[in-house]
């Protein structure tokens, strides 16, 4: 079955670049799926931040559209997050997820376990 | 974009008590929603997706019904192992997610 597995750093310095990455075991990154990035501050709700489909087509969340990117990287089997312009703010657990798609639904319905990135000097 | 609510922000109730959480979208968003279930420190379950289809191995108390910007949770009779946080989740124009319901045992 398939397996998510974010690593990256977990202390990013303000106005720094937060990088992720995501490891897709167990299935194939070109799959008929989307891949996302959820994140979750500390204490707060859920904020969906970005998905990618294998093409490299990427659909962002407006608020956060312009410090984000997605890429793709199908040799190695993974996408990525790149958060420029870190604030505090961006304090958060970050899980990547598989959204699923049937027809016209969509669901995410494997997500990694998550990794916190906090932003501090 | 779509904005979604959800009600109430928390809630107690007995094990064995019907518990219902309300999610309402800013839109009119068909059957486009999606439940998910938290346990604190745990990423998010997928529990209903499309409205009211049941993920598969998640079990028959938990059920969701709506269409449109009216939306509903239940949980037929609460058990202990249902304390959690419960988010919706809209597909309908890019991903939106509810503020949470946190559910409690009394």
């Known amino acids: 079955q398939v397996q998510l597995q974010e690593s990256g750093p977990g202390l990013v310095k303000p106005s720094g670049t937060l990088s992720l990455t995501c490891a897709v075991s167990g299935g194939s990154i070109s799959s008929s799926n989307w891949w996302s990035w959820v994140r979750q501050p500390p204490g707060k709700g859920l904020e969906w931040i970005g998905e990618?489909?294998?093409?490299?087509?990427?659909n962002y969340n407006p608020s956060l559209k312009s410090r984000v990117t997605i890429s793709v990287d199908k040799s190695k089997n993974q996408f990525s997050l790149k958060l420029s312009s870190v604030t505090a703010a961006d304090t958060a657990v970050y899980y990547c997820a598989r959204e699923s798609a049937v027809a016209e639904i969509y669901y995410m319905d494997v997500w990694g376990k998550g990794t916190t990135v906090t932003v501090s000097s | 974009d779509i904005q979604m609510t959800q009600s109430p922000s928390s809630l107690s109730a007995s094990v064995g008590d019907r518990v219902t959480i309300t999610c309402q979208a800013s839109q009119d968003i068909s059957n486009y929603l999606n439940w998910y279930q938290q346990k604190p420190g745990k990423a998010p379950k997928l529990l209903i997706y499309d409205a009211s289809n049941l993920e598969t191995g998640v079990p028959s108390r938990f059920s969701g019904s709506g269409s449109g910007t009216d939306f509903t949770f239940t949980i037929s009779s609460l058990q202990p192992e249902d304390i959690a946080t419960y988010y919706c989740?809209?597909?309908?124009?890019?991903?939106?997610f509810g503020p949470g319901t946190k559910v409690d045992i009394k």
């Open positions: 990618i489909y294998h093409s490299g087509s990427t």
């Open positions: 989740q809209q597909y309908d124009n890019l991903r939106t």
